[in-house]
């Protein structure tokens, strides 16, 4: 059992920058690989990038490398999207996911995930 909650989306300028934070609840956050996708209206949902239980391995989109940063706080049941150098184009609503395997991989396919929140929007302005 997981249940993700994020938080942090907003309005912000094109050049800023925003954290977002996803809340975990469940046994097994601490041993699971999470992720964050991104859907933008009339898109398909895109990956953004992932982490591993332990932080040791992160993986970001190609659209997003160099400006975007996920972390993660064991502790505090909680992974973060750092995101600077924000750009029009992403606008989206971002999703958390939780792999439901103890000590999983990253992954960049949504399929790999089994547990999702309820997203945050993100929309920056010119």
């Known amino acids: 059992q997981v249940q993700l909650v994020e938080s942090g989306g907003g309005l912000v300028q094109a050049g800023g920058s925003l954290r977002l934070s996803c809340a975990a609840s469940?046994?097994?956050?601490?041993?699971?690989?999470m992720g964050w996708f991104r859907q933008a209206p009339g898109k398909e949902r895109e990956f953004v990038a992932t982490?591993?239980?332990?932080?040791?391995?992160?993986n970001y989109g190609n659209s997003v490398i160099g400006r975007f940063t996920i972390s993660r706080d064991n502790g505090k049941n909680t992974v973060y999207l750092q995101m600077n150098s924000l750009k029009l184009e992403d606008t989206a609503v971002y999703y958390c996911?939780?792999?439901?395997?103890?000590?999983?991989?990253?992954?960049?396919?949504?399929?790999?995930?089994?547990?999702w929140g309820q997203g945050t929007q993100v929309t920056v302005s010119s």
């Open positions: 982490i591993t239980w332990n932080s040791r391995n992160t």
């Open positions: 996911a939780a792999r439901a395997g103890f000590f999983s991989s990253t992954s960049s396919s949504e399929g790999a995930y089994d547990y």
């Open positions: 469940g046994r097994t956050f601490s041993g699971s690989a």
